[in-house]
């Protein structure tokens, strides 16, 4: 408490003072140079700042934005990486093992500028706050507190090994290094087809299929990152076929801006074989004649017969708990679940029976709390 005392009076003698300490202390500026500079967040971001009060940033979007430890890191990792973070879309216990399970970015024990730190509740829950300073042996975190503090610093020794938090209770998990991840090339080549930008103020429509006659299954907020994996002409516009949370669909491209494009297939040349010509004349054999018993008109001689193999109908696999059918469990089955149940998202038909992971023919929080102690290692089956 002393710390922050310290921190707010700081703050308050910086307020009235004329002189600026660096222009990084402007709310509002995008914290990593094309250099690479690090600039870090020392005030509460403006109400107008995109990353972490619009639609861009997903925990505001569906309802959980600030005052949220989550909500404050997922769109200050987005501030300074400058695009979508790889990050868990979960609770901040969830934010370490989501990182280890999906192979985002690096991550250690050792501070760095910009990297995540995580922390787990001894009683369920966690923490995650953002690395901004490293200087004369303290380290200083920005933050945000769901149901408290909108934004606040906090500070630990760098040779802390919880990094500042309560050695009864909060048991650190380590540093996620966001900037030592993929490059924002990699992330988009990774996606798997084309990545568009929304580029309307009212968003765009996504329909079951390419036309306006299909139905409206969800509306993508401006300036959503989509990724295209195929394209089709019809109603006099461009569709292009995408996923946004959690639904499939078809969208209008006309309203998108493509700010990154799949490289094309590349295939190596066909190699002709020479061609191989038979020779003039029979050689001779080196085998040794041998007396082979030839079968008499009156003899038959019969192959073996195969084993036969009954026919056995293929069986369909159902793989419990891939809630977004893309055939795999992850944090992020889990998630859908949660925002399906809170009326926040959809789940198709064909992954309802899916997302049911213990078999009661329903669909409820417990079958998200199944998937996240599966993943955690605390049970080893569904059932």
């Not at 609770?91 to 922390?119: M, R, V």
């Not at 109603?235 to 969208?251: E, N, Q, R, V």
């Not at 009156?298 to 009954?310: A, G, K, L, N, W």
């Not at 998202?345 to 213990?358: F, M, T």
Request: aromatic letters at 12%; hydrophobic letters at 35%.
């Amino acid at each position: 408490m002393a710390k922050r005392a310290v921190a707010l009076v700081l703050m308050l003698i910086m307020a009235i003072t004329p002189m600026v300490v660096v222009s990084a202390m402007n709310t509002d500026i995008v914290p990593l140079g094309a250099n690479g500079t690090f600039f870090p967040r020392l005030k509460a971001p403006s109400y107008s700042n995109k990353y972490y009060y619009s639609d861009l940033n997903k925990y505001e979007r569906f309802g959980y934005g600030m005052p949220n430890c989550t909500a404050y890191a997922w769109g200050r990792a987005y501030e300074i990486l400058g695009y979508e973070p790889d990050l868990s879309l979960n609770d901040a216990d969830t934010w370490w093992d989501y990182n280890l399970e999906n192979h985002s970015y690096s991550y250690g024990q050792k501070p760095k500028l910009g990297a995540i730190a995580c922390w787990e509740y001894s009683y369920g829950g966690g923490h995650v706050a953002v690395v901004e300073e490293i200087k004369d042996g303290e380290i200083t975190f920005s933050n945000s507190s769901y149901g408290g503090d909108e934004f606040y610093l906090s500070y630990a020794d760098v040779d802390d090994s919880n990094a500042g938090g309560n050695y009864w209770t909060w048991d650190f998990k380590g540093y996620i290094y966001i900037t030592e991840g993929k490059s924002k090339e990699d992330y988009y080549e990774s996606l798997g087809g084309d990545v568009y930008k929304v580029d309307s103020s009212d968003g765009i429509n996504l329909r079951k299929g390419p036309g306006t006659s299909y139905n409206t299954l969800t509306a993508i907020p401006d300036k959503t990152e989509i990724v295209v994996t195929a394209i089709k002409s019809a109603d006099g516009y461009t569709w292009g076929k995408t996923t946004f949370d959690g639904l499939s669909g078809w969208c209008v491209l006309e309203f998108a801006e493509l700010i990154y494009k799949k490289p094309a297939e590349t295939f190596p040349p066909e190699t002709t074989l020479p061609e191989v010509t038979e020779p003039s004349e029979t050689a001779p054999s080196t085998f040794d004649e041998a007396t082979v018993d030839e079968a008499t008109p009156d003899e038959v001689v019969t192959e073996p017969s195969e084993p036969t193999t009954p026919n056995v109908p293929e069986v369909e696999e159902i793989l419990l708990g891939d809630a977004n059918g893309d055939g795999k469990i992850s944090i992020t089955d889990a998630t859908i679940i949660q925002k399906y149940l809170a009326k926040i998202g959809e789940i198709s038909d064909n992954n309802k029976k899916l997302a049911d992971v213990n078999c009661d023919g329903k669909i409820t929080v417990t079958d998200a709390s199944i998937i996240q102690k599966k993943l955690a290692g605390i049970i080893k089956s569904y059932i």
